[in-house]
């Protein structure tokens, strides 16, 4: 089977989200999955005397009900400031790296060694893998150092669904312009847009979802509504995190919002036309 990878027109976009949702629908579906994210930079971690890996991982893994490993994130960075970050490969910590070091001399030559193998031990292993991109795949001034976003789509097979957040405004500029600069040889992998946190009368939308298809051949395949979730934070937008204990009611209280969600994001995207996409 194909892979399916959610990217964003930006960070907070909803990606960790909407790979958590569609880990519980297609493990109720009876689908072996398992959430990847090749890279992620963040504070919020997973922690177990073996390896640590990022807590959103971990998190869509409760959704997927599958065992928590460090293949799900390869690479972790957490952010010490002044450009600086504390690397995590495989789960165990690395080194301190500069930013300009970790683009130059890493992410090309060891950094997508670790991401492909991650990968390979999933694909391997699960019936398909729901990745999780970046940031966004049109960041122009990166597009060569970016191992999180469409080279990996490309060497996992994976059809691209791209999220944005509505709430914020210009998510139809933003998704003409995220397509525009995506690399032509990308572009192809682009099958579907999801608009995310909505308030009002999706219906309202459906002209700009039109004129969208026209300008991008690339259709909406969902609008998530805004909605409340008690779930633990998903990455380093939030500067305070909550400590967990990762114990059975902590779990449990997570499955339940997972279903929750899992509810709401099946109610309001195309899972058949996203399902014929991984296979």
Not at 138 to 156: G, P, V
Not at 265 to 272: A, G, R, T, W
Request: proline residues 4%.
């Amino acid at each position: 089977m194909k892979s399916l990878m959610i990217q964003g027109t930006s960070s907070g976009a909803g990606k960790t989200t909407l790979v958590a949702g569609l880990c519980r629908i297609f493990s109720d579906k009876g689908y072996r999955v398992a959430p990847f994210k090749s890279q992620n930079m963040s504070n919020f971690a997973y922690i177990t005397p073996e390896f640590e890996i990022s807590r959103a991982q971990a998190i869509q893994a409760i959704g997927a009900r599958c065992n928590i490993t460090s293949d799900l994130n390869p690479i972790l960075l957490k952010p010490v400031g002044n450009y600086i970050s504390v690397v995590y490969l495989n789960g165990k910590r690395y080194k301190k790296m500069h930013a300009k070091d970790y683009y130059k001399k890493f992410v090309n030559t060891q950094g997508i060694n670790i991401v492909q193998k991650s990968l390979k031990t999933l694909q391997d292993n699960f019936d398909f893998v729901l990745l999780e991109g970046a940031g966004s795949p049109a960041e122009i001034n990166l597009q060569k150092f970016d191992i999180a976003n469409m080279r990996t789509a490309q060497k996992a097979n994976a059809s691209v669904l791209i999220v944005s957040d509505i709430d914020k405004g210009g998510s139809f500029a933003s998704l003409v312009g995220t397509m525009t600069l995506i690399e032509k040889k990308y572009q192809k992998f682009v099958k579907g847009f999801v608009f995310n946190k909505f308030r009002g009368d999706a219906n309202m939308l459906k002209p700009g979802f039109d004129k969208l298809k026209k300008i991008t051949n690339v259709p909406v395949l969902g609008t998530i509504p805004l909605m409340e979730l008690n779930l633990p934070e998903e990455d380093s937008l939030n500067t305070k995190p909550k400590n967990i204990v990762w114990n059975k009611q902590t779990i449990s209280k997570i499955d339940d919002e997972l279903n929750k969600l899992a509810e709401t994001v099946k109610s309001s995207i195309d899972i058949k036309s996203i399902e014929k996409l991984i296979k």
